[in-house]
């Protein structure tokens, strides 16, 4: 088990000094599993079963979850919030429309 970090906010400025508590990594980190975003690769298992087992190609279903599990974790390794920040890019429009 990690044992949790204290935040000081004796050391931040603009702070009362004493006041610590304790916070855990859990709090902080985003849920993953295997490696990608929880979001991601619940939908992209879905979408695999859906082609594996409703359309019966065995084949399809299983590249379509391989190829987009090895994309989600490797976006997941360069930014774990990666889903999160493009949602946010697709939302807001260009601010320089030339």
Do not use: C, Y
Not at 31 to 52: D, E, K, M
């Amino acid at each position: 088990m990690n044992a949790p970090t204290a935040f000081s906010a004796s050391s931040s400025p603009g702070f009362a000094p004493g006041f610590e508590i304790p916070l855990h990594r859990s709090l902080t980190e985003p849920i993953l599993l295997g490696g990608a975003p929880r979001t991601v690769a619940i939908a992209n298992s879905t979408l695999a079963a859906a082609v594996g087992l409703g359309l019966q190609l065995w084949l399809p279903g299983i590249a379509l979850w391989i190829v987009g599990h090895l994309l989600a974790v490797w976006g997941a390794g360069l930014d774990p919030q990666f889903m999160q920040v493009f949602a946010r890019h697709i939302k807001h429009r260009t601010l320089l429309d030339v």
